[in-house]
């Protein structure tokens, strides 16, 4: 069964710490890994993950894959109040149909 | 471009009821999806289709149905709606293959 899985579930930081966020999977047919951000509503891209172990950048927030264990990571250094959302992670297959979300990790930063 | 847009956002249902939730993009993307989300649990794919007239289930289908008649449009319906049906709703659309997914704003239903 394919499955993606988050952790840790609940992360609460203060402003200015950096964090990671962890994501393992296991999906048939592999192809890409996504990272989005969910405030609100609807989530918003971060990163598409395609290749292991170069790593992806915006701002303070950065992303790597390792295809051999299976994982990704996502940093966000020097955290801010605007951090605060739920990071999901989904891994896409070659067949291009589907994505695996998992549960999510909700980050809390203090000020 | 307005993206993807989702209608109503908020919705309440009595058991039994049926609705249509609407989605439309204006971004020419040949692939649609419907996922709900549940709270803790993720986000489920419940039908996605890869152009007009193609549609395919997904993990969670059972109560659902879908259409395709345009590229533009991917409405799903809810037929007998159950409480178990309460959750939020998102349509998202991409291009094609090894493209990523855009959302959008989701619709609150609960059933009562």
């Known amino acids: 069964e394919d499955k993606v899985v988050q952790s840790p579930l609940s992360l609460v930081v203060h402003e200015g710490d950096t964090v990671t966020l962890n994501c393992s999977y296991e999906v048939t047919n592999f192809r890409s890994l996504l990272w989005y951000k969910q405030e609100k509503k609807a989530p918003t891209f971060l990163f598409m993950l395609?290749?292991?172990?170069i790593e992806k950048k915006s701002g303070r927030l950065s992303s790597i894959l390792d295809k051999k264990e299976l994982f990704s990571i996502l940093n966000i250094t020097a955290t801010q109040t605007g951090d605060s959302a739920i990071y999901l992670c989904a891994g896409g297959t070659n067949t291009g149909n589907q994505f695996y979300f998992g549960t999510g990790t909700s980050l809390t930063v203090i000020p | 471009n307005a993206g993807v847009t989702q209608t109503p956002k908020f919705r309440i249902l009595k058991i039994g009821q049926s609705m249509t939730l609407q989605c439309t993009q204006d971004?020419?993307?040949?692939?649609m999806y419907w996922y709900r989300q549940d709270p803790g649990m993720g986000l489920k794919l419940i039908y996605y289709s890869v152009g007009a007239g193609i549609t395919d289930k997904g993990e969670v289908p059972n109560g659902y149905n879908v259409s395709r008649s345009t590229t533009e449009d991917f409405p799903l319906r809810l037929e007998l709606a159950a409480p178990s049906q309460t959750s939020v709703y998102f349509c998202?659309?991409?291009?094609?293959?090894?493209?990523?997914?855009?959302f959008g704003s989701g619709t609150q239903l609960s059933v009562l």
């Open positions: 998202a659309s991409r291009r094609g293959p090894g493209e990523k997914l855009f």
């Open positions: 395609t290749s292991s172990g």
């Open positions: 971004m020419n993307h040949n692939y």
